[in-house]
């Protein structure tokens, strides 16, 4: 199975997730970039699933390699048996082919596989959460643009100690 190149993985993961943010004070640009930003994180999740997909394929694709080499294997003990005169139990045949150094490190490979196979279904998972977020991100920006429409963000809104101070007043009376 081939290795993916885990840690540029994590660094176009980080990348896009600070792209999310919204700098209120320049929504133009913002939603010149979101069309952008959406089609980058959707990019990437597509390859990652295409990734995932393939490593399964690969994986099912070894294990029934796998299987064919152990029956081999047991085919050649049970010859090598029969041909020395001793009589070939399956229990036998099985230990010899579990022992079998050739067996052992294709186990570890299969092991490794379903590892990164493991590791491609998270990064297809983690790319399909962004991608919604970035899809949510629209809605957002559509308020946000809307709220600057109404004059939200002009607005002389008293904060602070200040706005306690009204709050005291108004209770007063």
């Not at 919204?22 to 913002?30: A, F, N, P, S, V």
Request: hydrophobic share 40%.
């Amino acid at each position: 199975m081939k290795q993916f190149v885990k840690g540029a993985d994590r660094k176009l993961l980080e990348a896009l997730r600070e792209r999310l943010l919204i700098d209120k004070d320049d929504l133009d640009r913002e939603l010149i970039e979101q069309p952008q930003r959406y089609d980058q994180a959707g990019q990437q999740y597509v390859l990652a699933v295409s990734r995932r997909d393939a490593a399964k394929v690969e994986l099912k694709d070894a294990e029934a390699g796998f299987k064919e080499e152990e029956a081999k294997l047991a085919i050649q003990y049970r010859q090598e048996l029969d041909s020395s005169g001793k009589k070939a139990t399956e229990a036998m045949l099985s230990a010899l082919v579990e022992t079998d150094p050739g067996r052992t490190a294709a186990r570890e490979l299969l092991t490794a596989s379903r590892r990164e196979l493991v590791e491609l279904e998270r990064s297809a998972a983690e790319l399909e959460i962004l991608k919604d977020a970035f899809f949510q991100r629209a809605s957002i920006l559509r308020d946000l643009c809307n709220l600057y429409s109404a004059g939200y963000f002009s607005r002389n809104a008293v904060k602070g100690p200040a706005a306690t101070e009204v709050i005291e007043r108004r209770d007063q009376v």
